[in-house]
């Protein structure tokens, strides 16, 4: 479900939420990395689910043509 935000401020909170969570979740990777621990398929969906949502904001907004 894509859901299309109605204001820029709204875009600029959802861009820093999906920032701050895949920085979250790649020290999370870097850390289990580097202790030998094994990262499961829950916290890879949940970090290719947060670099999309964070991609997702610099996408351009889909202007109307009629009025």
């Given at each position: 479900?894509?859901?299309?935000?109605?204001?820029?401020?709204?875009?600029?909170?959802?861009r820093y939420v999906g920032g701050t969570a895949s920085l979250l979740l790649l020290a999370s990777?870097?850390?289990?990395w580097n202790n030998g621990l094994v990262i499961d398929d829950t916290e890879k969906f949940s970090f290719i689910l947060a670099i999309t949502c964070f991609l997702y904001?610099?996408?351009?907004?889909?202007q109307s043509t009629h009025k």
């Open positions: 479900m894509i859901v299309k935000f109605k204001n820029d401020s709204t875009r600029k909170i959802a990777f870097l850390y289990q904001t610099f996408l351009p907004k889909n």
